[in-house]
């Protein structure tokens, strides 16, 4: 991509203004990984209010209303961490938001937990996978990650599939409180550090749209290529 001028606002794949640095959108072959705003409260809600997306979480109320989603938009965001709107891409069309990514950090200046659900009609098609590289790639890439967590409950089958596709190994079973009624379900915990990281990671790249974010990137590309060359 082009320098942009200090004045000049960068081109949006969502068609609206983007956010502060700490707040990229995030492009991967088939998605756009986006600051979700107030006006995404309604598309939040729907995709959410489902018995069969909240049983799979612990921190997800059922049933799930706008006023929930409005609350959770107004949370601050940790600059270590990461809020997106999951889009997918639309060859006629703005991008469909079909679920949400975040880095939690839970006010701690320790390993940030990542957290993704989809609506339940864009499951089975590997959206959460490609979503999670993506975020995984920026925690470690830009943001200087040097552990990520990640915690589901036993019974989500198909959460532990993705994570483990990420590179993340169990390291716990716990029991958590479920958001709403308080029950205490099972969970298992999973953790994936920078070298794991840096050993798998066989994905494709992410675009990130911020100017910052751009350099960073370009910078460790030129150390790359300024690295002494064996000679056979």
């Known amino acids: 991509m082009s320098e942009l001028s200090e004045t000049e606002e960068p081109d949006s794949p969502c068609g609206w203004p983007l956010m502060a640095a700490v707040r990229p959108a995030i492009e991967t072959r088939r998605l756009i990984l986006r600051p979700p705003i107030d006006d995404d409260a309604e598309t939040i809600a729907r995709l959410a209010n489902s018995a069969t997306v909240a049983r799979n979480l612990v921190g997800m109320p059922h049933p799930y209303r706008i006023e929930h989603a409005r609350a ?3 949370e601050p965001v940790d600059p270590r961490g990461q809020r997106h709107l999951i889009c997918r891409k639309g060859f006629d069309a703005a991008p469909t938001p079909i679920g949400v990514l975040t880095l939690d950090m839970r006010g701690r200046l320790g390993p940030g937990w990542l957290g993704c659900w989809l609506g339940e009609r864009h ?3 590997g959206y959460a996978t490609e979503a999670c590289h993506a975020a995984i790639d920026y ?3 830009h943001q200087r990650h040097e552990r990520l967590l990640f915690a589901c409950r ?5 959460g532990r599939r993705v994570i483990e596709k990420c ?6 079973q716990e029991l958590a409180s479920v958001v709403g009624s308080g029950a205490a379900v099972a969970i298992d915990r999973f953790r994936i550090d920078r070298s794991t990281w840096e050993s798998i990671r066989a994905w494709e790249p992410l675009r990130v749209h911020n100017r910052e974010a751009e350099r960073a990137e370009w910078g460790e590309r030129r150390t790359e290529l300024r690295a002494p060359v064996e000679r056979i």
């Open 139 to 141: 925690a470690f890439l």
């Open 72 to 74: 959770w938009l107004a």
């Open 123 to 125: 499951w089975g098609q």
């Open 154 to 158: 036993v019974t989500n089958q198909a």
């Open 167 to 172: 590179g993340f190994q169990m390291v716990a």
